[in-house]
């Protein structure tokens, strides 16, 4: 398997954690948000996780057909791209940052709902786990529950302004 892909896929060993890998990316992921929220706002963020889902494709089917495992646990760059997915949804207006306090709460809260919702996998997660093989099998479902926790911190924000 090449050592690239590897790096990649499991985020630079972060995916061989001990325990809780993805939780630990997601956790990193979300540390990692903050630069690039203050750097380029929402669309940075967007864009970074669709470079990560592009990039994780690639890396995640090499490293499953080389393992022969169809959703290894260490490959965790899933949960980065996910993870980044649901924090763009972490400003409340394009382009204007939220004072730090409110950047903490929102993205905690991001990366509860993204944990949740890539843990409990209802639909459409549990579909996209099941609908695809390989590198877009391992990526997809964290894509859609990134998705679903952008939705709903958006319903939340708007009930209750942070």
């Given at each position: ?9 499991s985020?630079?060993?972060i995916g061989?954690?001990p ?7 997601s956790?990193?992921a979300?540390i990692?948000?903050l630069?690039?929220l ?24 090499a490293h499953?057909r080389?393992?022969g495992?169809?959703?290894?646990s260490e ?8 993870q980044w ?7 409340p ?7 730090p306090?409110?950047a ?13 919702f ?6 459409p ?6 609908s ?9 479902d964290d ?8 939705i709903?911190?958006?319903a ?7």
């Open positions: 398997m090449p050592r690239a892909a590897t790096v990649i896929a985020v630079c060993g061989y954690a325990v809780a890998s993805g939780t630990v990316a956790a990193v979300t990692l948000t630069p690039l203050y750097l380029g706002g929402s669309p940075a963020l967007a864009a970074a996780s669709l470079l990560a889902f592009v990039i994780g494709i690639a890396a995640c089917d499953v080389a393992t495992r169809e959703d290894p490959c965790v760059i899933d949960e980065v791209a996910g997915l649901a924090c763009a949804f972490a400003l207006t394009f382009g204007v940052l939220p004072r306090q409110d903490a709460v929102t993205l905690c809260l991001a990366f509860l709902l993204f944990r949740l890539d843990i409990w996998k209802p639909w997660v549990n579909w996209a786990e099941r695809f093989a390989g590198g877009l099998g391992v990526m997809a894509m859609i529950a990134g998705l679903m926790a952008g709903v911190l958006v939340v924000r708007y009930l209750v302004p942070l």
